[in-house]
């Protein structure tokens, strides 16, 4: 491995996410642990460096058996930290959790029990499109992934494109208005009418 | 002089006759209200074998005047039939038509028919022994309710158990399949050695989940949420990252460190500033909630406000389960909040505020 990857590790059970943790090291990541959808929040506002990967578990307190508290966790890293990818890894077997999952942005859903090779072989995977979407970046070309209903038009979309886009350039100066309407061609002015416009808030650690 | 005695004898034998009339009516009374006691008093038998009491106690129905009794139907999946006496069969009783009485009993997987013969009865046994079915037909329905809501109750414990034996499961499933394949693909000393380390790290962590396993496993009455885990809480930090998951702008005052249930405060938290955020999106108010943490003698006592935003529900419904959704899973929330807050000790209750509520969160520790 070139350079450590950071991979977020959300899981509740405390000895399945010390093993996780170990063999996520032994890979050659650089882990960071939570066990609740809060802890998880917390790690991300905590931590100023970069998190590239999040292996999340849906199932988490106070509704272990539901994939509600782990969606709703990963709805907020990926609007906090667009460039996220997220392995989802679950026992919510229902097709409904996945398809939410892949709708707020999902990279991967494993089911529980995983392989070790198969999350192996996930992690790779996200690893190579963070690297690719790394190099389109320093090309000054970006990738995104959106989700927005059909029905509601063109103009729906394209603001959507916006926000994407917005959100993702901010994440990557480090929410530095000045380089990021530089990157985006605009004037401070323009960007910060979107930031308004799309209620993108700072986060502060 | 002799039609005057002829009236005299005649008003005293009428006057024995009602006299007479009146000690057996008397009598009667009491007889019959001695045989309701003795019925009314199976009824806590009933509700513990329903049917085996009518075997039982057959004497005790004979003397009501429930001598022919049949039952037949489906007994929790299985076809169940009886009888007590003669055959019920109908016949014409004057005043009754075929002089059968039956009631119909149905419940999720059992139905069942009684009936009762009152063929031979005639005159105040026939109107004892009706009086008679009728109690006996609620008694039996009283009854059969009771064991429904028993049944339902411990379904709905099994399946709690059930549920949260199902998500360790699978994590077990997931940890012992890591474990093995690790060990399985070392494949150098040094490789093994450093796993087993591992292990012997995550021995104690282990141990913990197959001792609450077990605990599900081998007692009936265990519930996974009645157990208190006192972790040290910061009490606004808490509330702010929960507004904050939530959307909702939060404008506090006070703090306190506390010693409590970390799980029954991110409870209440989750469902209160939750409702909060779908209640001001629903209705395109911003949403906010004014906090304030209050230290009593023995107890913390934090004041949720909204009075900007109206209630969905009535005050004293706002804790009763599925008082705002039939649906499956939904609208127990606030409900489930109070039980874990009680479970851990402390209190949940709401008052008017404004043309909202103020809901108020009592937690009865020391500040730690």
């Given at each position: 491995?070139?350079?450590?990857?950071?991979?977020?590790?959300?899981?509740?059970?405390?000895?399945?996410?010390?093993?996780?943790?170990?063999?996520?090291?032994?890979?050659?990541?650089?882990?960071?642990?939570?066990?609740?959808?809060?802890?998880?929040?917390?790690?991300?506002?905590?931590?100023?460096?970069?998190?590239?990967?999040?292996?999340?578990?849906?199932?988490?307190?106070?509704?272990?058996?539901?994939?509600?508290?782990?969606?709703?966790?990963?709805?907020?890293?990926?609007?906090?930290?667009p460039a996220?990818?997220?392995?989802?890894?679950?026992?919510?077997?229902?097709?409904?959790?996945?398809?939410?999952?892949?709708?707020?942005?999902?990279?991967?859903?494993?089911?529980?029990?995983?392989?070790?090779?198969?999350?192996?072989?996930?992690?790779?995977?996200?690893?190579?499109?963070?690297?690719?979407?790394?190099?389109?970046?320093?090309?000054?070309?970006t990738?995104m992934?959106?989700?927005?209903?059909?029905?509601?038009?063109?103009?729906?979309?394209?603001?959507?494109?916006?926000?994407g886009l917005v959100r993702a350039v901010l994440a990557d100066?480090?929410?530095?208005?000045?380089?990021?309407?530089?990157?985006?061609?605009?004037?401070?002015?323009?960007?910060?009418?979107?930031?308004?416009?799309?209620?993108?808030?700072?986060?502060?650690? | 002089?002799?039609?005057?005695?002829?009236?005299?004898?005649?008003?005293?034998?009428?006057?024995?006759?009602?006299?007479?009339?009146?000690?057996?009516?008397?009598?009667?009374?009491?007889?019959?209200?001695?045989?309701?006691?003795?019925?009314?008093?199976?009824?806590?038998?009933?509700?513990?074998?329903?049917?085996?009491?009518?075997?039982?106690?057959?004497?005790?129905?004979?003397?009501?005047?429930?001598?022919?009794?049949?039952?037949?139907?489906?007994?929790?999946?299985?076809?169940?039939?009886?009888?007590?006496?003669?055959?019920?069969?109908?016949?014409?009783?004057?005043?009754?038509?075929?002089?059968?009485?039956?009631?119909?009993?149905?419940?999720?997987?059992?139905?069942?028919?009684?009936?009762?013969?009152?063929?031979?009865?005639?005159?105040?046994?026939?109107?004892?022994?009706?009086?008679?079915?009728?109690?006996?037909?609620?008694?039996?329905?009283?009854?059969?309710?009771?064991?429904?809501?028993?049944?339902?109750?411990?379904?709905?414990?099994?399946?709690?158990?059930?549920?949260?034996?199902?998500?360790?499961?699978?994590?077990?499933?997931?940890?012992?399949?890591?474990?093995?394949?690790?060990?399985?693909?070392?494949?150098?000393?040094?490789?093994?050695?450093?796993?087993?380390?591992?292990?012997?790290?995550?021995?104690?962590?282990?141990?913990?989940?197959?001792?609450?396993?077990?605990?599900?496993?081998?007692?009936?009455?265990?519930?996974?949420?009645?157990?208190?885990?006192?972790?040290?809480?910061?009490?606004?930090?808490?509330?702010?990252?929960?507004?904050?998951?939530?959307?909702?702008?939060?404008?506090?005052?006070?703090?306190?460190?506390?010693?409590?249930?970390?799980?029954?405060?991110?409870?209440?938290?989750?469902?209160?500033?939750?409702?909060?955020?779908?209640?001001?999106?629903?209705?395109?108010?911003?949403?906010?909630?004014?906090?304030?943490?209050?230290?009593?003698?023995?107890?913390?006592?934090?004041?949720?406000?909204?009075?900007?935003?109206?209630?969905?529900?009535?005050?004293?419904?706002?804790?009763?389960?599925?008082?705002?959704?039939?649906?499956?899973?939904?609208?127990?929330?606030?409900?489930?909040?109070?039980?874990?807050?009680?479970?851990?000790?402390?209190?949940?209750?709401?008052?008017?505020?404004?043309?909202?509520?103020?809901?108020?969160?009592?937690?009865?520790?020391?500040?730690?």
């Amino acid at each position: 491995m070139q350079n450590k990857l950071t991979v977020m590790l959300v899981e509740d059970d405390a000895s399945l996410r010390d093993w996780w943790a170990g063999s996520l090291e032994e890979m050659g990541y650089v882990v960071l642990l939570a066990g609740s959808v809060a802890e998880g929040w917390a790690l991300s506002r905590q931590t100023v460096s970069q998190i590239e990967l999040a292996v999340l578990d849906l199932g988490l307190p106070p509704t272990p058996n539901e994939a509600t508290a782990g969606l709703e966790l990963m709805r907020l890293l990926i609007l906090d930290r667009p460039a996220l990818k997220v392995l989802v890894l679950t026992g919510q077997d229902e097709p409904a959790v996945a398809l939410q999952a892949i709708s707020l942005g999902a990279f991967d859903f494993l089911n529980k029990p995983a392989s070790s090779q198969r999350l192996r072989e996930a992690l790779a995977r996200a690893a190579l499109f963070l690297r690719a979407e790394k190099q389109l970046n320093a090309n000054g070309q970006t990738r995104m992934t959106l989700t927005a209903p059909i029905a509601e038009g063109v103009k729906e979309f394209g603001e959507a494109a916006q926000e994407g886009l917005v959100r993702a350039v901010l994440a990557d100066s480090q929410f530095n208005v000045a380089q990021a309407a530089r990157k985006l061609g605009l004037t401070r002015e323009h960007l910060y009418y979107f930031i308004k416009k799309f209620g993108i808030r700072r986060v502060t650690p | 002089m002799n039609e005057l005695y002829s009236v005299a004898v005649a008003l005293v034998t009428a006057g024995l006759s009602v006299g007479t009339t009146l000690l057996w009516l008397r009598y009667l009374s009491r007889l019959h209200r001695q045989r309701m006691d003795q019925l009314l008093a199976l009824r806590d038998q009933m509700h513990e074998d329903p049917l085996g009491t009518l075997l039982r106690d057959q004497h005790t129905l004979a003397q009501v005047g429930l001598r022919s009794l049949d039952w037949q139907g489906r007994w929790y999946g299985a076809p169940v039939a009886g009888s007590l006496g003669p055959a019920v069969r109908p016949a014409q009783v004057p005043g009754l038509g075929p002089g059968v009485l039956s009631q119909f009993f149905q419940y999720d997987d059992m139905s069942l028919t009684l009936r009762v013969g009152l063929k031979g009865l005639r005159g105040e046994r026939l109107l004892f022994a009706m009086q008679a079915a009728e109690v006996l037909f609620a008694m039996l329905q009283g009854a059969l309710a009771a064991r429904q809501l028993a049944l339902a109750a411990a379904v709905n414990q099994r399946a709690r158990v059930s549920v949260f034996l199902q998500h360790d499961m699978r994590n077990l499933a997931q940890w012992v399949q890591l474990v093995a394949e690790d060990f399985g693909a070392a494949d150098t000393d040094e490789l093994l050695m450093l796993r087993a380390r591992r292990l012997r790290k995550n021995a104690a962590l282990a141990a913990d989940r197959a001792k609450r396993m077990a605990q599900a496993l081998l007692n009936p009455a265990w519930q996974p949420s009645a157990r208190v885990q006192l972790t040290a809480l910061d009490l606004s930090a808490q509330i702010l990252q929960a507004g904050h998951l939530h959307q909702v702008a939060i404008d506090i005052e006070g703090t306190a460190t506390l010693q409590w249930d970390g799980v029954a405060l991110t409870s209440v938290l989750d469902n209160l500033l939750g409702n909060v955020s779908c209640l001001s999106r629903e209705r395109l108010l911003s949403a906010r909630c004014r906090v304030v943490i209050r230290e009593a003698e023995q107890t913390i006592q934090v004041h949720f406000e909204t009075p900007q935003l109206p209630l969905e529900v009535p005050l004293e419904k706002l804790f009763e389960p599925w008082s705002n959704s039939r649906a499956l899973h939904k609208g127990l929330g606030m409900y489930q909040a109070r039980q874990q807050t009680e479970q851990a000790g402390g209190q949940l209750y709401a008052e008017h505020l404004g043309s909202g509520i103020r809901v108020v969160l009592c937690v009865p520790c020391q500040k730690s």
